[in-house]
């Protein structure tokens, strides 16, 4: 039997996910995306697991979001439980791309908790663009009882995603600017501040609030915002 010609290029592109050369492992996440067969998205959300590189993984979930959202919706469902923290990272963050909202379930308190700040940052955003209406409130809660979690990077990312649900975020922001902890009251401020005015920029926002914190001016903000 004589095998055609897209039949060997889907072999080269699946075997070239496996390469130990990022480039290739590119080009071959971009010509899957290309030609997409419904046959290639196992083995593409397989490799979103354990890709190490971030721009192959973008490739991946570009790919991914090419082909019928009744083949990889499933799928990408199924990785949220995995024991992987990767996998369930981008899972989500092919979900947020994907944009269907019947993944809406299966964003749970456990993934928006996640002890991996580089999942609860992608169920965030994943959240976010899922979110039902007249839910937002109740998903802006979830996300402020965590104002002041890790570093930098966690925490702008939870800031724009509270930023992301508007004026539903501002009684849960409020309430977060009397907690005890000053971190907390510091990123509360904070992320007011950006939604008030989202050209502020994170390190000028944060700054400020540890300041006001400081000098114990905290609740200033509360009419502002």
Do not use: N
Not at 103 to 109: E, V
Not at 158 to 176: E, I, K, N, T, W
Request: hydrophobic share 45%.
């Amino acid at each position: 039997m004589t095998i055609t010609k897209p039949d060997t290029d889907a072999v080269r592109a699946l075997q070239g996910l496996e390469d130990d050369r990022s480039s290739v492992r590119l080009r071959a996440a971009l010509a899957v995306g290309a030609t997409p067969d419904p046959g290639y998205v196992d083995q593409l959300i397989e490799r979103c697991a354990v890709e190490p590189e971030f721009f192959v993984r973008d490739m991946l979930t570009w790919a991914l979001t090419r082909h019928p959202v009744s083949m990889t919706l499933p799928r990408l469902l199924r990785e949220l439980r995995s024991e992987r923290a990767q996998a369930r990272s981008q899972a989500l963050h092919t979900l947020s791309k994907i944009g269907d909202r019947r993944a809406w379930p299966a964003i749970t308190r456990a993934l928006l908790w996640d002890a991996d700040d580089a999942v609860a940052r992608s169920a965030w955003r994943t959240a976010v663009v899922l979110v039902p209406e007249g839910e937002e409130s109740a998903l802006a809660a979830v996300l402020a009882a965590q104002l002041g979690r890790g570093g930098r990077e966690t925490q702008l990312s939870l800031s724009r995603a509270l930023v992301a649900l508007g004026d539903m975020a501002v009684p849960a922001l409020r309430a977060a600017t009397a907690a005890p902890d000053p971190r907390v009251r510091a990123h509360a401020l904070a992320t007011q501040r950006l939604l008030r005015d989202p050209e502020a920029g994170f390190e000028f926002a944060i700054e400020e609030a540890k300041r006001v914190v400081a000098l114990g001016s905290d609740h200033g903000d509360d009419e502002a915002c």
